[in-house]
């Protein structure tokens, strides 16, 4: 069964850190491109950031401006997994997380219909 799953949400103080994980399972992620994306309460799904494939692109990340500078992302393509770093957060991070990968282009972008499989969400909740 191919699917993604997510790990690593939870609840956290404010400048507090999480890492999440995202496992593939019966696919390899070698040629896909990675991205997290996230969901507030009554607000859409927006990009968090991506990085492109090694083998098929160049490994390349994006960030959203909001997260630029306190969140990592990263890949193992030995452990088949994608992980986001996220340092320094602030209760505007709230939200369910997903990740998402895409074959479809070489380079990776935070746009949600680029992407065709999805994870089902780990929730990140930041408060004091």
């Known amino acids: 069964q191919l699917q993604l799953v997510e790990s690593g949400g939870g609840l956290v103080q404010p400048g507090g850190s999480l890492r999440l994980s995202c496992a593939a399972s019966g696919f390899s992620l070698d040629y896909y491109s990675i991205a997290w994306f996230r969901q507030a309460p009554g607000k859409g799904r927006e990009g968090v950031s991506c990085?492109?494939?090694?083998?098929?692109?160049?490994?390349?990340?994006q960030y959203a401006d909001s997260v630029k500078g306190r969140f990592t992302i990263s890949r193992d393509n030995a452990d088949n997994t994608g992980d986001l770093h996220m340092n320094s957060l602030k209760p505007e991070d709230t939200g369910v997380y997903y990740c998402?990968?895409?074959?479809?282009?070489?380079?990776?972008?935070?746009?949600?219909?680029?992407?065709?499989?999805w994870g089902k969400g780990t929730q990140v909740t930041v408060s004091s």
């Open positions: 990085i492109s494939s090694l083998r098929s692109g160049d490994g390349s990340t």
């Open positions: 998402a990968v895409t074959d479809r282009s070489r380079f990776c972008d935070l746009v949600t219909h680029s992407y065709g499989r």
